[in-house]
């Protein structure tokens, strides 16, 4: 329980000079029903003597002897010099009234029947995760927190924390921090090669809210939208809660299945791809594909939306350009995220889109729906990647990831032969790690769940074309002896389930 003192106006403690109470007893009964209310509750410290009577304009007298009364009947404790608390042993004194508040305990049907109070949530938002996610094996998309780097980091916060201006302080320009977009630009166009300038970016609170802010922006009700399938649920989620209606496009081995697209949802208004590593599958656009989508776009007035949420980690080939890098006619609207890099917390992600009036629109949005995001955060994160802390994390991490890539490969190989099997990927951070044709992913998911590993099964990104079963391994977060323990404990299990002895 902190120690610090309350605020002296505690809401609803008044003297009322008209009132025949006396004042000490009318501050005794106002702090007496706030315990018994549990507006302070037990070991919480009181605002002191001086102060209480300073805020109430009464002597001190009247306010010790109100302490005195309270400290009498068992509800605080006051020491000399130390300060009154209200008692830890209340509920040995008193039974509180039972008060509706809902725990964390309560139950989804509970909380279905609470929220329909007001809209009916739809299935889109009731399916999204909320709880706080457990970093343990195989928990995928999470970067490797033991190695971020710290010291640099506060070394940047402790810099904008002593130059702080007022301007930190202020409502800022709603499309981020001119700065950091600075930086992004600069970064883009020499790793990714974008053609972007900042006044084409848009900071948003992580990739997700870019997506949002995309589906609101763009989407009609019944537009068609091309869905990458299996593909990324939250982005589909999204696209859906605007009305538009999804049109589920196969993969081929390197990502949408373009000329299936195009002959079987001409009239698509949108599409939503993750060329440089589909999600979540792996496989990079490759180049003549991604010029046929962009004719295509072109042609036929589409959006492409690229999502571009971990290119920065490649493993063996020279990264594919960007779809934005190659588009001529400005339908790419291309989405970023430091989550990824860094850390999801942080929640910094960006939009590039195609002209400078488009991203003045889509900052109005940004101002409408929270108004900008934390300008500190903004200015640590410039910082960082103005002193080259961000290439350098950016350069280890991918020798790390590389490594721990390797050594789950080679744990899956040793001991998991004929109950799973995994091949390298190019980029990325997780593999897939294919079961036996005929397991049910999902119920093997749940059962490894219940045993304390995390592996979300491939088939929740599927929706109208089957996947052979499959879990997704993340490996990025983890050191090689997390890596070992788990893979041993994870097939061990998956030998038991399908009676393996090899
Ligand atoms: C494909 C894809 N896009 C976007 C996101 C959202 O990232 P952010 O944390 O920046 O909202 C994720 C998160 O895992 C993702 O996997």
């Given at each position: 329980m902190p120690k610090s003192s309350l605020?002296?106006?505690?809401?609803?403690?008044v003297v009322n000079r008209?009132?025949?109470?006396?004042a000490y007893r009318q501050i005794y009964e106002g702090l007496r029903n706030i315990i018994l209310n549990r507006q302070i509750r037990e070991g919480q410290r009181l605002p002191s003597s001086r102060m209480l009577a300073e805020d109430l304009k009464v002597s001190r007298n009247i306010v010790l002897l109100a302490y005195e009364q309270l400290a009498l009947e068992g509800y605080i404790n006051s020491g000399v010099g130390s300060g009154s608390y209200v008692?830890?042993?209340?509920d040995q004194i008193i039974t509180y009234p039972k008060q509706k508040v809902l725990t964390p305990n309560i139950k989804v049907s509970e909380t279905k029947s609470f929220v329909n109070l007001k809209h009916p949530l739809s299935e889109n938002i009731i399916n999204t995760e909320s709880a706080k996610s457990s970093?343990?094996?195989?928990?995928?998309?999470?970067?490797s927190f033991d190695q971020f780097p710290f010291k640099q980091w506060v070394k940047c916060a402790n810099k904008i924390f002593r130059e702080f201006e007022f301007l930190h302080l202020g409502y800022d320009d709603a499309q981020g921090f001119y700065p950091l977009r600075q930086s992004i630009a600069a970064y883009l166009r020499t790793n990714r090669a974008l053609q972007c300038e900042p006044e084409q970016i848009v900071i948003t609170n992580g990739a997700q809210q870019a997506i949002n802010m995309i589906a609101k922006m763009l989407i009609k009700k019944n537009d068609l939208f091309w869905m990458e399938d299996p593909g990324y649920a939250n982005a589909k989620a999204a696209f859906m809660e605007e009305g538009a209606l999804p049109c589920y496009i196969p993969l081929s081995k390197n990502g949408i299945n373009v000329d299936w697209a195009i002959k079987h949802?001409?009239?698509?208004n949108l599409v939503y791809v993750?060329?440089?590593?589909?999600?979540?599958t792996g496989g990079t656009l490759p180049l003549p594909k991604r010029i046929q989508l962009l004719n295509w776009a072109h042609k036929n007035d589409m959006w492409i939306i690229e999502d571009d949420?971990?290119?920065?980690?490649?493993?063996f080939k020279k990264p594919v350009a960007s779809l934005q890098g190659l588009?001529?006619?400005?339908r790419v609207i291309y989405l970023g995220t430091f989550s990824k890099i860094?850390?999801?917390?942080?929640r910094i992600g960006y939009l590039v889109l195609p002209s400078v009036e488009i991203a003045k629109t889509f900052s109005k949005a940004k101002s409408f729906f929270d108004?900008?995001?934390?300008i500190t955060d903004q200015a640590i994160l410039h910082e960082f990647m103005k002193q080259d802390f961000f290439a350098s994390h950016l350069r280890k991490m991918r020798i790390l990831y590389k490594k721990r890539q390797d050594f789950l490969c080679s744990q899956i190989h040793k001991y998991g032969k004929g109950v799973i099997r995994v091949e390298k990927q190019d980029s990325g951070m997780h593999l897939i790690g294919w079961l036996p044709d005929g397991m049910d992913d999902k119920v093997i998911s749940e059962f490894l769940h219940s045993h304390n590993i995390i592996s979300t099964p491939l088939?929740?990104?599927?929706?109208k074309f089957e996947t052979k079963p499959g879990l997704i391994l993340g490996y990025t977060s983890f050191n090689e002896k997390y890596l070992k323990d788990y893979s041993i404990k994870l097939i061990s299990f998956l030998k038991k389930i399908t009676g393996s002895s090899t």
């Amino acid at each position: 329980m902190p120690k610090s003192s309350l605020h002296i106006n505690i809401p609803g403690l008044v003297v009322n000079r008209k009132n025949k109470t006396p004042a000490y007893r009318q501050i005794y009964e106002g702090l007496r029903n706030i315990i018994l209310n549990r507006q302070i509750r037990e070991g919480q410290r009181l605002p002191s003597s001086r102060m209480l009577a300073e805020d109430l304009k009464v002597s001190r007298n009247i306010v010790l002897l109100a302490y005195e009364q309270l400290a009498l009947e068992g509800y605080i404790n006051s020491g000399v010099g130390s300060g009154s608390y209200v008692s830890k042993s209340l509920d040995q004194i008193i039974t509180y009234p039972k008060q509706k508040v809902l725990t964390p305990n309560i139950k989804v049907s509970e909380t279905k029947s609470f929220v329909n109070l007001k809209h009916p949530l739809s299935e889109n938002i009731i399916n999204t995760e909320s709880a706080k996610s457990s970093v343990i094996p195989f928990q995928n998309g999470i970067p490797s927190f033991d190695q971020f780097p710290f010291k640099q980091w506060v070394k940047c916060a402790n810099k904008i924390f002593r130059e702080f201006e007022f301007l930190h302080l202020g409502y800022d320009d709603a499309q981020g921090f001119y700065p950091l977009r600075q930086s992004i630009a600069a970064y883009l166009r020499t790793n990714r090669a974008l053609q972007c300038e900042p006044e084409q970016i848009v900071i948003t609170n992580g990739a997700q809210q870019a997506i949002n802010m995309i589906a609101k922006m763009l989407i009609k009700k019944n537009d068609l939208f091309w869905m990458e399938d299996p593909g990324y649920a939250n982005a589909k989620a999204a696209f859906m809660e605007e009305g538009a209606l999804p049109c589920y496009i196969p993969l081929s081995k390197n990502g949408i299945n373009v000329d299936w697209a195009i002959k079987h949802y001409p009239k698509a208004n949108l599409v939503y791809v993750t060329p440089s590593n589909q999600f979540p599958t792996g496989g990079t656009l490759p180049l003549p594909k991604r010029i046929q989508l962009l004719n295509w776009a072109h042609k036929n007035d589409m959006w492409i939306i690229e999502d571009d949420y971990d290119s920065e980690f490649r493993y063996f080939k020279k990264p594919v350009a960007s779809l934005q890098g190659l588009d001529n006619f400005g339908r790419v609207i291309y989405l970023g995220t430091f989550s990824k890099i860094l850390f999801p917390a942080l929640r910094i992600g960006y939009l590039v889109l195609p002209s400078v009036e488009i991203a003045k629109t889509f900052s109005k949005a940004k101002s409408f729906f929270d108004r900008q995001n934390s300008i500190t955060d903004q200015a640590i994160l410039h910082e960082f990647m103005k002193q080259d802390f961000f290439a350098s994390h950016l350069r280890k991490m991918r020798i790390l990831y590389k490594k721990r890539q390797d050594f789950l490969c080679s744990q899956i190989h040793k001991y998991g032969k004929g109950v799973i099997r995994v091949e390298k990927q190019d980029s990325g951070m997780h593999l897939i790690g294919w079961l036996p044709d005929g397991m049910d992913d999902k119920v093997i998911s749940e059962f490894l769940h219940s045993h304390n590993i995390i592996s979300t099964p491939l088939s929740r990104y599927a929706n109208k074309f089957e996947t052979k079963p499959g879990l997704i391994l993340g490996y990025t977060s983890f050191n090689e002896k997390y890596l070992k323990d788990y893979s041993i404990k994870l097939i061990s299990f998956l030998k038991k389930i399908t009676g393996s002895s090899t």
